[in-house]
């Protein structure tokens, strides 16, 4: 699976929109991009996930882009409940048993 | 809603004792997953399975053993424990493979071995 880089931490005032970077520059072209996050004290979390097309749910947009070497997570309205670590990972989607290799992730701090 | 639950929340154990940690999902899925967590260095596989019975090493998987006797239920040994395996301890699970995968994790337990 492709490794990912992401910044340790980042700051986002409740209410703004919060942009999460995340870099795969070795992704290849049958590997997906997801995004998990972790609350303190809680297991990960699903959030969403994509091959190439920007990809949105009812918690957030995954914007990839075209070369595919890197994604950005938005949370449109950050709320201080949305603080918590977020992982970007890369695998395949299919073919084999579901490995998941989390990183040490983005600290997220929604602040008032 | 999909729960996975894990037996203990906080568990404190002695060097050498034989510790099970269970873990149990009840939405039917085949693949059930071990992972371990510490700061800095994220979440690691230990083991995971993909059927009853069946068990793969992941990651990490020294000092460790399965057990997927029923499709719900994976269990986490540590033969004798040792300080190094204090820890957070977080279960998932999810369906087979295929284009879209969501592991549902447990809210974990936290191990101290003294």
């Known amino acids: 699976d492709a490794k990912t880089t992401q910044p340790p931490s980042m700051d986002c005032a409740e209410g703004r929109a919060a942009n999460l970077p995340c870099n795969h520059s070795t992704i290849s072209g049958n590997e997906y991009v997801y995004w998990y996050r972790q609350i303190h004290s809680q297991g990960p979390q699903y959030i969403i996930h994509?091959?190439?097309n920007n990809e949105t749910n009812e918690m957030a947009s995954l914007i990839i882009t075209e070369d595919r070497k890197s994604s950005t997570l938005i949370l449109p309205h950050a709320t201080l409940r949305d603080t918590a670590v977020y992982y970007c990972?890369?695998?395949?989607?299919?073919?084999?048993?579901?490995?998941?290799?989390f990183g040490t992730g983005t600290r997220l701090q929604v602040t008032l | 809603d999909v729960k996975v639950t894990q037996s203990s929340r906080y568990l404190v154990k002695r060097t050498g004792e034989k510790v099970f940690l269970e873990c149990v999902q009840d939405m039917d899925h085949e693949n059930m997953f071990w992972y371990r967590q510490d700061p800095g260095l994220g979440l690691r596989l230990i083991y995971f399975?993909?059927?009853?019975?069946?068990?793969e090493k992941g990651d990490i998987p020294e000092g460790y053993s399965v057990s997927r006797e029923k499709k719900e239920r994976f269990s986490l040994i540590l033969e004798s424990a040792s300080t190094n395996q204090t820890s957070m301890y977080l279960c998932a699970s999810s369906f087979p493979e295929s284009s879209y995968n969501e592991q549902f994790f447990g809210p974990g337990t936290r191990l101290t071995v003294l």
């Open positions: 990972i890369v695998r395949l989607g299919t073919g084999t048993a579901s490995k998941l290799t």
């Open positions: 994509g091959l190439k």
């Open positions: 399975s993909y059927d009853v019975k069946m068990k």
